[in-house]
């Protein structure tokens, strides 16, 4: 895999705020880590960002993983041929040494804070730091709500899909397959951030064949779920990314070795078929008289979950505007030649 792959480590969801820190980034698994501890807008992305195009320009593969709340920021990378990995250790992913020294290491920024003109700005930063952690409060109570309609539509949609047929359509999928053995491995396309619902293309950069799985009121999910957990019993080493809304839910797939990425689309009248080795319509799995039946119910809880979202979509979207006023307070605290010579002295020792 050749081309750049960039990912999320992180999601907010109606479950609340998940990393796969530990996942991605294992200490057992590695040669080194290095964690940057450091306040907002000290330059934790920036030297990450840095040492990762210093690798890619001399010769080395580096995975990018973005934050969710803001992807325009890093959270991590992972130079890959070298088992080396940056991340930033501060909160809501906070991290700190499990081998301290021997495997992982903390990167100090805070020596480069001028703490007399933050003591002066106490009370700007108390207020902003408060007031982004109750508007980030809130869009959770709204996703956990919406991820609780969303969860009740699935329930309506499973009593009215054929289940054996389903079954059979994801045998077919699997044994038109040849992954190699290995691991399922998540690597999260998607997330719910401050720029709204966002994703990486990665997935579809990296295959050679495009399936699209045609959604008929979240009734993919079934299929993906399924797929995900026929690939995981068959040994098979493949990418999964999940739902933001209810992580429990596949959302794509991605097998390297056979070059194939499964990914939820619209319904098949509304998805543009250009680009896709085949569509997969779920409609032909759900029975059409059962579904009469549950629609009043099923259309209520979409319409709420919708609201919903949008409500939480909101309120993360004034968090983000309340970060970055944080970060302008910070940036004129810092000593950022004292960052960028800490970056050169990094990028010596790992490169």
């Known amino acids: 895999m050749s081309e750049k792959q960039i990912y999320f480590a992180a999601a907010n969801t109606g479950s609340g705020f998940v990393s796969y820190f530990s996942e991605i980034f294992d200490p057992d698994e590695m040669k080194k880590l290095y964690i940057i501890k450091g306040g907002p807008g000290t330059g934790k992305s920036t030297l990450a960002g840095k040492l990762a195009d210093a690798a890619e320009e001399r010769g080395h593969t580096v995975t990018r993983y973005l934050c969710s709340s803001d992807p325009s920021s890093l959270d991590g990378i992972m130079i890959e041929d070298l088992r080396v990995g940056v991340i930033d250790g501060t909160a809501p992913h906070a991290a700190d040494p499990k081998y301290p020294g021997s495997v992982d290491t903390t990167v100090d920024l805070y020596r480069f804070f001028d703490d007399g003109y933050l003591e002066k700005n106490r009370e700007t930063v108390t207020a902003l730091v408060k007031n982004a952690a ?4 809130s869009s959770r109570v709204y996703r956990g709500y919406a991820a609780t309609a969303a969860a009740e539509a699935l329930s309506l949609v499973s009593s009215c899909t054929d289940a ?10 699997v044994s038109a397959l040849r992954p190699r053995r290995g691991k399922a491995l998540h690597r999260q396309i998607s997330a719910f951030s401050s720029g709204g619902a966002v994703s990486t293309d990665t997935y579809r950069r990296l295959c050679t064949k495009r399936i699209g799985v045609c959604d008929e009121h ?13 690939l995981e019993s068959n040994g098979a080493g493949f990418f999964y990314s999940t739902d933001t809304l209810i992580p429990e839910n596949c959302e794509a797939i991605y097998v390297p070795e056979d070059g194939t990425c499964f990914e939820i689309t619209g319904r098949l009248s509304d998805t543009d078929g250009n680009g896709y080795e085949r569509l997969i319509n779920m409609k032909r799995f759900v029975d059409a ?8 119910r099923l259309r209520m809880c979409e319409k709420v979950r919708s609201g919903l979202d949008a409500e939480a979509e909101k309120l993360i979207r004034e968090a983000g ?3 970055s006023e944080l970060e302008a307070v910070y940036k004129n605290a810092v000593d950022f030649d004292g960052v960028s010579e ?3 002295k990094l990028t010596d020792i790992i490169l």
């Not at 047929?165 to 999928?173: P, S, W, Y």
């Not at 008289?289 to 009043?296: A, H, N, P, S």
Request: proline content about 0%.
């Open 134 to 137: 109750k508007k980030h409060a």
């Open 164 to 173: 054996a047929k389903l079954r059979g359509a994801v045998g077919r999928a």
């Open 218 to 230: 979240g009734s993919a999910y079934f299929f993906m779920n399924m797929l995900k957990q026929r």
């Open 289 to 296: 008289e059962k579904l009469r039946g549950v629609r009043q």
């Open 321 to 323: 505007k309340i970060h």
């Open 342 to 344: 800490l970056t050169k």
